[in-house]
């Protein structure tokens, strides 16, 4: 396995594992009162939409090359760490 490899498989595990958790933190928020469930699907849509991005960021990761290879790298552990800050955040407010 190269490094490269490696380095996606990581990141791909990584963002599974929120997007499990994710998934969990929204059955727990379902069964919030009609007010704050408002709220919380609110942000589990930013959550979701963060999820996607990374998800993307990591497709390009996937397809970079060499040349840009250390970018996108950056970028893709700027987006996880933001995904996961967003998620914890979201977490100790459920």
């Given at each position: 396995m190269t490094?490269?490899?490696a380095y996606i498989a990581k990141m791909?595990?990584?963002?599974?594992?929120?997007n499990?958790?994710?998934?969990?933190?929204?059955?727990k928020a379902?069964?919030?009162?009609?007010e704050a469930r408002a709220k919380y699907?609110?942000?589990m849509t930013k959550l979701r939409h963060q999820s996607k991005l990374a998800v993307?960021?990591?497709?390009?990761?996937?397809a970079a090359g060499e040349d840009g290879w250390?970018?996108?790298v950056a970028e893709m552990e700027k987006m996880r760490d933001a995904f996961t800050h967003s998620f914890h955040y979201f977490k100790s407010q459920v």
């Amino acid at each position: 396995m190269t490094p490269h490899t490696a380095y996606i498989a990581k990141m791909k595990t990584q963002l599974d594992e929120l997007n499990l958790k994710m998934n969990e933190l929204d059955a727990k928020a379902a069964e919030a009162k009609a007010e704050a469930r408002a709220k919380y699907q609110t942000e589990m849509t930013k959550l979701r939409h963060q999820s996607k991005l990374a998800v993307a960021k990591l497709d390009e990761l996937k397809a970079a090359g060499e040349d840009g290879w250390d970018a996108m790298v950056a970028e893709m552990e700027k987006m996880r760490d933001a995904f996961t800050h967003s998620f914890h955040y979201f977490k100790s407010q459920v």
